[in-house]
């Protein structure tokens, strides 16, 4: 609809089919042809043009919510002897929802556009605001309210804030009656009640035993009729070691390796100088969770440098990982094989496994 009748230029009423009008041949329904009217756009009209206002916009521009929207107006600065233009291009405005308060102002990439055209951004048209705060009215003064703080976008509603209390202490309303009467003195009552809490008796028992020393025999036999004349033998002690490993808490994944530097009787007899040939004890990365067996096998058999052989030690694991045992085990590591007497180097470990081949 567009024509010099300004009814016309405007939102007008739906146009109505008659498909009974006897001058036309109805449609036939049963064959499913039909007649449907359907609006594509809604006109609109907007104020004059006159000395002080332009009419750049329609009322469908502003908020549904304003009672009486305004018309589109010039939303910037006051200026006066402006050009207008008829420009073949396009103009968009930009509502932000998610980004609250005043937003900085958008870039834009031209892109593929000409070298004669002309893309820029306009900031602040109407400055965002975030408020940060919220007047409460119709509060009792006196009386302690709670509160929590939502926020509400078309997104939908976000997480509620943290409870907070607050006792309004604003100026009382004015009087506007009086009434007086009586009350009875009561006389309180206070009971006193003397008592003793029972505190029950402690006594402690000790027990003591008397020290006794462990007596080992150590008996030399031969053949009857053959004396014993000549020979050495000693008395040993195996050396024995204890590797741990704790934490704070449960672990749940990491391993570790030993090392140990000892001397090689082979070689160093072989050599015939006096002096002693060693070697290092190399092992590969023992998980967390192994067993006696495990760490066993790994100082013996599958070390990655020079294992000592089996039977070289006997290894027992304390401990169940439990808050008890320091989230750990205990690995009791006793060197009982014939090449491995006397005193002998500690044991190391690497838990960060920085040494690690």
Same mark, same amino acid.
């Given at each position: 609809?567009?024509?010099?009748?300004?009814?016309?230029?405007?939102?007008?009423?739906?146009?109505?089919?008659?498909?009974?009008?006897?001058?036309?041949?109805?449609? =036939?329904?049963?064959?499913?042809?039909? $007649?449907?009217?359907?609006?594509?756009?809604?006109?609109?009209? =907007?104020?004059?043009?006159?000395?002080?206002?332009?009419? &750049?916009?329609?009322?469908?521009?502003?908020?549904?919510?304003?009672? =009486?929207?305004?018309?589109g107006r010039w939303?910037?600065?006051?200026?006066?002897?402006?050009?207008?233009?008829?420009?073949?291009?396009?103009?968009?405005?930009?509502?932000?929802? %998610?980004? *609250?308060?005043?937003?900085?102002?958008?870039?834009?990439? $031209?892109?593929?556009?000409?070298? @004669?055209?002309?893309?820029?951004?306009?900031?602040?048209? $109407?400055?965002? $605001?975030?408020?940060?705060?919220?007047?409460?009215?119709? &509060?009792?003064?006196?009386?302690?309210?709670?509160?929590?703080?939502?926020?509400?976008?078309?997104?939908?509603?976000?997480?509620?804030?943290?409870?907070?209390?607050?006792?309004? =202490?604003?100026?009382?309303?004015?009087?506007? @009656?009086?009434?007086?009467?009586?009350? *009875?003195?009561?006389?309180?009552?206070?009971?006193?009640? #003397?008592?003793?809490?029972?505190?029950?008796?402690?006594?402690? #028992?000790?027990?003591?035993?008397?020290?006794v020393p462990e007596?080992?025999?150590?008996?030399?036999?031969?053949?009857?009729?053959?004396? #014993?004349?000549?020979?050495?033998?000693?008395?040993?002690?195996?050396?024995?070691?204890?590797?741990?490993?704790?934490?704070?808490?449960?672990?749940?994944?990491?391993?570790?390796?030993?090392? &140990?530097?000892?001397?090689?009787?082979?070689?160093?007899?072989? &050599?015939? @100088?006096?002096? *002693?040939?060693?070697?290092?004890?190399?092992?590969?990365?023992?998980?967390?969770?192994?067993?006696?067996?495990?760490?066993?096998?790994?100082?013996?058999?599958?070390? #990655?440098?020079?294992?000592?052989?089996?039977?070289?030690?006997?290894?027992?694991?304390?401990?169940?990982?439990?808050?008890?045992?320091?989230?750990?085990?205990?690995?009791?590591?006793?060197f009982i094989g %014939?090449?491995?007497?006397?005193?002998?180097?500690?044991?190391?470990?690497?838990?960060?496994?920085?040494?690690?081949?």
């Amino acid at each position: 609809f567009n024509g010099d009748d300004a009814t016309l230029n405007q939102d007008v009423l739906e146009l109505v089919v008659d498909a009974a009008h006897v001058d036309c041949i109805a449609f =036939s329904a049963v064959d499913g042809e039909s $007649v449907e009217i359907t609006t594509v756009r809604d006109g609109s009209t =907007s104020i004059q043009f006159t000395a002080s206002q332009l009419p &750049l916009g329609d009322t469908g521009d502003v908020p549904s919510s304003l009672l =009486s929207p305004p018309p589109g107006r010039w939303m910037g600065k006051s200026a006066q002897d402006l050009s207008l233009y008829h420009i073949t291009g396009t103009q968009w405005t930009t509502t932000f929802d %998610d980004f *609250l308060g005043d937003v900085p102002k958008m870039e834009v990439s $031209v892109g593929s556009l000409p070298e @004669s055209a002309h893309a820029e951004v306009f900031d602040d048209v $109407v400055t965002g $605001v975030n408020p940060i705060s919220i007047d409460l009215s119709h &509060l009792e003064t006196g009386a302690r309210h709670f509160a929590r703080v939502v926020a509400t976008n078309e997104v939908g509603d976000g997480k509620s804030s943290g409870q907070d209390d607050a006792v309004p =202490s604003g100026v009382p309303p004015v009087l506007d @009656s009086l009434s007086v009467g009586h009350a *009875l003195r009561v006389h309180e009552v206070q009971s006193l009640t #003397i008592a003793a809490s029972h505190i029950p008796e402690v006594q402690t #028992i000790k027990t003591s035993a008397a020290a006794v020393p462990e007596l080992q025999q150590v008996v030399l036999e031969s053949a009857t009729g053959n004396a #014993i004349d000549s020979g050495y033998f000693s008395l040993r002690v195996p050396e024995k070691q204890v590797v741990s490993w704790s934490a704070g808490s449960p672990v749940t994944a990491g391993s570790f390796f030993l090392r &140990l530097e000892y001397i090689d009787t082979t070689a160093s007899v072989a &050599l015939g @100088s006096g002096e *002693l040939v060693t070697k290092e004890l190399k092992t590969d990365c023992i998980p967390f969770t192994a067993s006696a067996e495990d760490v066993k096998e790994a100082i013996e058999i599958d070390a #990655i440098e020079n294992g000592l052989g089996v039977g070289a030690v006997r290894v027992t694991r304390s401990g169940d990982r439990s808050y008890s045992s320091n989230f750990g085990y205990g690995y009791e590591i006793e060197f009982i094989g %014939d090449a491995f007497r006397g005193n002998i180097a500690q044991l190391a470990s690497d838990l960060t496994l920085s040494g690690l081949d």
